[in-house]
């Protein structure tokens, strides 16, 4: 059974730094490019960032190039994102998810597994 749990979201204030992580089980981790996705209410999920099977390729949305770092540990099977400087709009629950594909994908249709989700919020 492949799971995916995220943990690490919180209420913040805006300037502040939270770091989420996203533990994957049940799949075969090394093997899987990773990617973080938001919602906020009433939008579309979007993608936020991704990284490549060995780590070497990461992918940012424009709005948090500079401020978000992703990572990942494969001897941990375990996928983080930094989050610095975050903004109200930054606010949404936070999704990890799981995809076969070697290039990062940056459409939710081509991951395979999904995490519950973590919830951020980001106080003015």
């Known amino acids: 059974q492949v799971q995916l749990v995220e943990s690490g979201g919180a209420l913040v204030q805006a300037g502040g730094s939270l770091r989420l992580s996203c533990a994957v089980s049940g799949r075969t981790f090394r093997a899987s490019s990773m990617g973080w996705f938001r919602q906020a209410p009433g939008k579309e999920r979007e993608f936020v960032a991704g990284i490549s099977w060995g780590g070497g390729v990461t992918s940012y949305v424009d709005s948090v190039k500079g401020r978000f770092t992703i990572s990942r540990d494969n001897a941990k099977n375990t996928v983080y994102l930094q989050m610095n400087s975050l903004k109200p709009e930054d606010t949404a629950v936070y999704y990890c998810?799981?995809?076969?594909?070697?290039?990062?994908?940056?459409?939710?249709?081509?991951?395979?597994?999904w995490g519950q989700g973590t919830q951020v919020t980001v106080s003015s």
């Open positions: 998810a799981a995809s076969s594909r070697i290039v990062v994908a940056r459409t939710p249709f081509l991951y395979d597994d």
